[in-house]
Structure formats: C-alpha cells, structure tokens
C-alpha cells in the first residue's frame, strides 16, 4: 500500500469500500484452503476403508468443496466490486486534484515544465498509483492471510519440514527487500525516459506544420530514433531486472517443492513402517496443497514491494505538481466590488516588472500612465519593448507590487482575481482556438449564448461571412488550435470570443495584423461605434492602425516614451515618428 500526505485521506474517505472488500478477500483466502484439508481427509479416508468404497468417507469433503465454491464465487464478486471501484474512485479524484491545481498555477510553472512532462503525471504516474490502490491491496491481503493461514496450517502438519520450507522464501523476501531501491532507480529513469519521447512527440505534432514547410521530417526523425532508444532502454533495463526478480522466484519455489516431496516421502516412509511420525499420505496432500496456496503470496509480497516503489516514485512525481506554491491568489484584504462591476478606468503607477526566473532585467521599469472609462487606446513600440508583458499585468497573470496597478481605483492586488478577469475581454497574440466547433470557440465565455449573440460577435469581428461561407457555419470543426482556419480567421474568432463578454475592458493583442487593411478597418469602426463608453486597449504593430484612437502610448525599451494623442506622440516620441516615417516610406515604395 501507499502512503503520503496526498493520498492517507482517501483510506478514511473510501474506509468502506476497503473494509468490505477486504472482509470478503479474508473469507475467499480462508475458504480456499479448506480444499487441500478435505482432499487430504479424503485420501487418509480412502487408506482406511483400503479402498473399498463408502460414499459416507467422501460426503462430507465434497460438500465442504463445494461450499468453498460457493463462498469463492460471492467473495471474489464483492472484493473485485469493492476494490476495483475504490481505486478508481481514488485515481479520479486525484486527477480532478491535479487538474484543479494546475489550473491555478503561475505562469512560471509553465515555463520551467514541459507540457508533455505535465501530461505523464496524468498517464503513467497515475496509472500507477491506481494499481497500488487496487492491485496493491490485493496482493497485501493475500501476502499477509492467505500467506500467514497457510503457514500455521503447515506448522501445525510438521514443523519441522514448514522450518525447512520457510528457508528460502526469507532469503527471497530479503533479498527482495534489499533490490528495493535499485528497482525504485530503474523505475524513476524508466518514467523519466517516457515523459521526454511523451514531451518530444507532443512538440513535433504541435509543430508539424513548419516541420513539413521546411522539409525536416527526416531530422525530426532521427530525433525521435534517439529519444525512443533512450526510452526503450530505460523499458528493457526495467523489464531485464524485473524478469530476473521473477525467475529468482520460481527458482526458489521449485526447489523448495522438491526438498517438500523428498522429506515428506521419507516420512510417510517411516510412517507406513511403524516409526513414532506421524504423518500421512493426507498430510503431504494437505502440506503441498497449503504451500501451493503460499506459494501466490510470495508473488504478491514481491510484486508489492516492486509495485511499492514504483508507486513511490510516481507519488513523488505527481507531488511536485500537488505542493507547487501558488503565486497568484486572492490578497487577505480582498475588495468586493458591489455586483462586481468595473467602469474601465486603468491606472499604472510607476510599476516595474520582471519575470520570476530573470528578475535581474526588468522587462518594464516605472510604468506610469492612466486610462479614463471609455476611452480607446493603440499601444505601439517596437518588436520587445514590453506590449505584450504591460497588458498581462491586467490579468493578474502575475503579482505586481501593491498600488502599481490600479482599475477603478482600486489596487488590483486586492481585487478578486475572478473579478479582474470577468471583467476583462482578451483576443491573445497566439491567438489559441480549441479544438472544437467555431461557435463554441466564440461562446466560450458563455455556453448558454444563443446563435444570435455570436453572430454578432462574429459580425464586429468581421468573420460572419467566412463562418457562414462554411458547409456547417458556427458547427463547424476547427481541429486542434484552429488548424483548418487562416491565419487572419483565427485572429477575428479570437477577437469575436473576447468581445461577446462584453466587458468593461477589451485587450486586443495584435489581433489585427494578419488580416488585411479594409478588414481592419471595418473592425476599428465597429470598436469605435458598438463599444462607446467601453475601454479598449489595441497593441498595433502598424501606426495605421492607432492614429485614429483616442490616446496612444509608445513603449522604448519596456518604459513610456509617451502618452497622448497622435498628434502629441507625433511632436514628443522620436519612436513613434520614426515609426510612422518608415511605413509611409513603405508604402511609398509599394506604391
């Protein structure tokens, strides 16, 4: 069995399911070795009699044969029912655990670990720790009754022969013992070896796009070759040292069962020649029947102690995930917005920020500026100036220090997080689609939207009429992030998505800049028209695309170059005039 502080409370949660079922695998291990005692009465019987034949010697062992039967088939249905569900159960309910967890964790977490790694947890880790739920306890109970009955029904037959007997299976449970650690190793870098080739297969299927585009399936190839041999090697070490824990088993049982026939043959030989033993043709039945019956939970006591220490390892594994410190969480000051509605008003104040694993280089340094409700903002710098980093501070994605940020008023690291983020709508710079219809990607804030809404949603986007250019239209199947759609269409179904909250704040992170300049402008129209009196944020990688907002703000090197009109930023930011000189040049030269 296994024990941790992730999973000692499920023993007194499930407590039921383990005591019946263990009640009923106690009575099936017990009823299972009155079968050697009645076919040895019967032989002992049958030597009495010399073999004339009364069914009265053989009645009663028959009956008793067959109420073990009886009691066999009832106990093994409730102890599989019991046992099984609980270890189902148990691994369901830790997985929810880890789902749950890693829902909350940082941003950081994501960055240190790779999603294939994360997703072994959920797989071969936890499909360990069921088996030692399930199988473990089975093969504990019958190491520990059936193993412990058998050999006080062997010591009360002879005990000097159940001494002899006894011998090398101490030496076996010894040495299994003592192989403990070196099976955990072998089992640690066998997992280790399959969460890469899991890691390394998920990035190239991600990938396989640009794999194909530039022709690299054959180095992809040979990358895997080496991955998979490292897994296969890591498989086969395992296998090779299990398969010789086995072999060493058998080798130990067979010997003990001939060393059984031999000394239990020179005593019935003594016996039948009338010397003080007293020990039968039945007895060595019955002796040989209970050590077959012992001989399953010498299996099952090395079989756990392997099972063991892959469960340990694998518990070790998920506990990393379990007891990550979660950074991001409500303040102890928390403030309740009444209806927990925002205006749209944002107020940075001289915030700096940087990343938890660089937080020698600050990717922004004394960010200060303010926002009205209602107001539309282009937020323009060049490729690495903080854009991206300055709007994820919205989300509390990361923890700011106090009074740096503020919305209404009020310090968003004392807000609740979930208010923060209704409040806000968001179309991200990778812009992530799941792998599911087209309206449900939109409707993802809300499942309940009706057909209606998201047609609209998709009209200020203007994707509607690629939508209802599709075969199924908003049932449309996208595949896995977005797939089978453009570029410029992904874009727009993720501006759709973030604009159907409506909310107080919409961030817009470059989501226009793979669509083409009439489409972006229908958009910034429908901005400007349908979200008055709403605040909107529009990172831009074009000047084209700000200049008509309300307010600009031009970034340089993760700080405020400026902040204000175009006309201002046109007088005061030599980043943004350079910017808008080198597009009109641009233009110039395709003109």
């Known amino acids: 069995m296994l024990f941790g502080k992730h999973v000692n409370k499920y023993y007194l949660k499930y407590f039921w399911y383990f005591f019946f079922g263990i009640i009923a695998l106690i009575a099936v291990d017990y009823a299972q070795l009155l079968v050697p005692e009645a076919i040895g009465n019967m032989v002992d019987n049958f030597n009495m009699i010399e073999g004339i034949s009364n069914w009265e010697y053989f009645l009663k062992p028959i009956l008793m044969i067959l109420g073990v039967a009886v009691i066999m088939f009832v106990g093994r249905l409730v102890w599989r029912r019991c046992i099984f569900t609980e270890s189902l159960k148990v691994s369901a309910d830790i997985r929810r655990e880890m789902f749950q967890k890693a829902e909350v964790l940082s941003q950081r977490y994501y960055k240190e670990n790779k999603t294939g790694a994360i997703l072994s947890y959920f797989s071969n880790d936890l499909e360990t720790i069921e088996e030692v739920f399930s199988q473990g306890v089975i093969f504990l109970i019958d190491g520990v009754f059936l193993g412990g009955i ?55 299927f991600t990938g396989i796009r640009v794999i194909k585009a530039f022709l690299k399936e054959r180095k992809e190839l040979r990358e895997f070759a080496k991955v998979n041999k490292k897994n296969k090697d890591a498989n086969i070490a395992f296998v090779k040292f299990d398969a010789f824990l086995n072999v060493l088993i058998d080798l130990l049982i067979y010997a003990v069962i001939v060393l059984i026939f031999c000394i239990g043959g020179y005593l019935i030989f003594e016996y039948t020649n009338g010397h003080n033993i007293n020990f039968t043709a039945g007895d060595i039945i019955k002796f040989i029947g209970y050590f077959d019956a012992i001989i399953w939970p010498v299996f099952a006591i090395a079989a756990i102690i392997n099972m063991t220490a892959r469960g340990k390892a694998s518990l070790r594994r998920i506990s990393t995930l379990l007891d990550e410190e979660v950074e991001v969480h409500d303040s102890n000051e928390v403030i309740n917005i009444e209806q927990g509605k925002l205006k749209g008003e944002i107020e940075f104040r001289n915030l700096t920020f940087a990343y938890p694993d660089d937080k020698d280089h600050p990717i922004l340094s004394n960010i200060s500026f303010h926002v009205n409700a209602g107001e539309t903002v282009g937020i323009i710098g060049k490729i690495g100036s ?104 992904k874009q727009r179904i993720s501006i759709s998505r973030a604009v159907v909250k409506d909310p107080a704040i919409l961030v817009l992170d470059d989501s226009v800049s793979a669509v083409d300049i009439k ?64 597009q009109t040049l641009e233009k110039e030269m395709e003109g």
């Not at 299994?176 to 089992?187: F, R």
């Not at 280790?192 to 998920?202: L, Y």
């Not at 990778?430 to 809300?446: K, P």
Request: glycine fraction near 6%.
């Open 386 to 489: 903080g854009k991206s980093s300055l709007v994820n501070m919205l989300f509390r994605l990361y923890n700011v220090e106090e009074n740096t940020l503020l919305l209404d008023g009020y310090d968003i690291m004392k807000l609740p997080i979930t208010t923060v983020r209704e409040n806000i709508g968001y179309a991200p710079q990778d812009n992530f689609l799941f792998s599911d219809t087209v309206g449900s990607n939109i409707a993802f804030a809300n499942a309940q939207l009706s057909e209606n809404d998201i047609s609209k949603a998709a009209q200020f986007s203007a994707v509607r009429d690629n939508i209802e250019g599709f075969d199924q239209k908003y049932k449309t199947m996208i595949g896995e992030r977005g797939v089978t759609l453009s570029g410029g269409q």
């Open 150 to 204: 058998s050999l006080v029904k062997m010591f009360l037959i002879n005990w000097k022969l159940t001494l002899i007997s006894a011998i090398p299976l101490v030496v076996l449970l010894v040495s299994a013992l003592l192989l403990e650690k070196v099976m955990d190793k072998k089992y640690t870098a066998r997992q280790k070896a399959f969460e890469d080739m899991s890691d390394f297969g998920q990035e190239n």
């Open 519 to 582: 489409t972006e402008e229908e958009i910034l129209n429908n901005i400007k028209k349908l979200r008055a009196g709403k605040t909107t944020l529009l990172i831009a990688s074009r000047v084209s695309t700000v200049e008509k907002l309300d307010k600009v703000l031009v970034l340089n090197e993760g700080k405020v170059e400026y902040f204000g009109t175009n006309e201002e930023c046109m007088l005061h930011s030599p980043t943004y005039k350079r910017m808008v000189e080198l």
